[in-house]
Structures are given as C-alpha cells and as structure tokens.
C-alpha cells in the first residue's frame, strides 16, 4: 500500500462508499459529499483503501500518519529480511589432500556464516576424459565436512568444462533444537 498512491479526499470521485469511521467501525454506505464533510469536520482524511470494492471502501484517518507508519512496516520488514550470499569455491580434480582439507574449512566457514557455498571444479585439456575423478572429489569434501554441516541443493553435475554442486547451511532452527538437546542430556544425568 505504501508504494502506490490512494486516492483521498476530492480524488474520490464515486457517488456512494462504504465509510468506516476513526474508531474502525463501520457507518455503512454514505454519500462520498457526506463522508467528505465528515472528515473535515473531524480534521482527517478521507481514504480510498480497498477501491475494488462496489462501493469502494474509504476510511476515515489522518493519512500523513498513515502513510508513514505504512513505510515504518515496510523498513522494519526489510530489516529482518537476510540477503543469502553465494560463495563460490573453484579447484581442480589433481587437488593434493592439505589443500583440499584447507578449502573445505573454507567451505565450512561459509556455511557458518550463512552464506551459500557453490563448488567447482575445473577440468582442462585430458581432464575432461576422466570427470569422475571429479565428482570423487567433491564426494570427498561431502565427507570431510559431515552431514549434519549442510544442505545439499544440487548434486554434482557437469555444466561444460565444470562440475558443481551447490551447498546451503543447515537451518537455525534445526542447530537450536540439538543445542538445546544437549543441554538437557547432562540435567538429566
């Protein structure tokens, strides 16, 4: 509502609308020239908020306060929204084993943060005659990392020279419940 215009006052050009006055309740099907001076009378506005209605549906309020507690909900929505961030971690199949372990903590750290992680490999020249070699790698970060770090959103598949997959983090909700599991065990003993 806050980003398209209503119409108020004299831009409400129908013969006949339902009024519902500043306390919320409904006054029925009034004369929009009644409505009109009623509104003048107790120094508000009048607005057309549902106007698909027959006979559109017009309130009585002041609209500047409306209108900024309208965009108030709409930072404070905006505020707890979160921005998911996509990382992308790029190897090769010939990775030695230290520098695999070094980019799935990198990974791991990621997954922490919240972001998405997209891994690639990148296979060049001959490379391309032994892609499983590949996918045993990405197989093998699986591993290192453990079930319980991640969402798989799509398993590992070529797109041209690459072969990716794309992992997420597990849900918050998910981590309290165990973290809370764990807390009670030891009460309980």
Do not use: W
Not at 78 to 101: A, G, W
């Amino acid at each position: 509502m806050a980003t398209k215009e209503l119409r108020i006052n004299d831009r409400i050009r129908v013969p006949e609308i339902r009024l519902i006055d500043e306390k919320g309740e409904q006054r029925g099907i009034v004369p929009t020239k009644e409505a009109l001076q009623a509104a003048m009378d107790l120094d508000l506005d009048l607005v057309e908020v549902a106007p698909q209605a027959k006979p559109p549906v017009c309130k009585l309020l002041d609209y500047g306060k409306y209108k900024f507690e309208q965009e108030k909900k709409l930072r404070e929505s905006k505020k707890k929204q979160q921005l998911v961030k996509l990382k992308e971690v790029r190897m090769q199949p010939k990775i030695e084993k230290h520098d695999l372990e070094f980019k799935t903590k990198h990974i791991l750290d990621f997954l922490h943060q919240g972001s998405k992680v997209k891994v690639t490999i990148r296979f060049r020249g001959r490379e391309m005659a032994h892609t499983e070699i590949g996918r045993n790698v990405l197989l093998k970060i699986l591993d290192i990392l453990g079930e319980d770090e991640y969402n798989l959103d799509s398993p590992p598949k070529m797109e041209g020279r690459f072969m990716s997959m794309l992992l997420s983090p597990k849900s918050k909700k998910g981590k309290k419940e165990k973290d809370s599991d764990k807390e009670s065990k030891p009460k309980n003993e």
